[in-house]
């Protein structure tokens, strides 16, 4: 008896893409941040929106509000005699350090990208602060733990270091301690330590940006007889602008959410002190705008005088 055979045309089974899968693949991987970032960050996002628009009260062991329109904005920048003063110090201080941390950590790179003997450690230190950039580390070295006396009275490293050399240099020099010159100069002197501990991020993005510039630009310059200054005008800082955008819009964002300013810390006296969540949540929101509107004109600026390399 001979078999029958099966027939050979069955259904065929559906198989993704690659393409399909390498996105299934994607979605997975991001599938926890997205749902963190969705229960963490935007979902908290709206409620304090919520709040800056009502009054938060606390009866019988649950939060009541009562919509206030805009009259948590108004206390804000009328009422409270501190947030809008704090508000001017922080944009001032904002402006003058972001060029200062942005022209050192664009000179640290360019000596950290010469070969020369212990390279490695000397860029592992600048990038140390960046590992331990922790409030209490901060707050021990520079010397702002006294208040608290947590440190019992002790000298520490920041008070040994501290000297009115400046100040007597510029009385040397003829220019009143009272002067306008004479306080900026000062002010980024004592904030020296600050600019190199905020640089860290910085010099690594720029050492990544110096480290793509092709040798043949290196070798052109030369054989066309560019002295090293014209070679970094002309070569280096063109490579390199789209990281000193990079790099500002970083530096203004890090400056203004520092919890350590006195625009976060007043907030958070109104979130945990006061418990005033209404007041607290429209001074976070009126801080937040100013960053966005200061981010968006900073890059409008600069976002001109970078080059971008075409293809």
Known sequence: MSRKKAPSGGVKRSKLSYERRKALYGYGFIALWLLGTIWFFLIPLGKSLIYSFNSIGIENGHMTMKWTGLDNYTAALNKDQYYVDYLEKTLLETLWKTPLILIFSLFIAVVLNQKFRGRTLARA??????IIATGPVFRVINDDMDATGTTSGQPQFSTLMKTDLVSDLMNFLGYGSGGRITGFITAVADNVFGIVWSSGIQILLFLAALQNIPPSAREAAQIEGATSWE????IVFPYVSPFVLANLIFTVIDSFTDPMNEVMQRILVFQTVDINYGLASAMAWLYF????????IVTAIVNRFVYYEVD
Request: net charge positive; glycine share 6%; aromatic share 28%.
């Open 289 to 296: 705008g100013i960053i966005l509107a200061a981010i968006a």
């Open 231 to 234: 070679y970094f005008w002309k």
């Open 125 to 130: 230190v600048f990038f140390l602060p960046v």
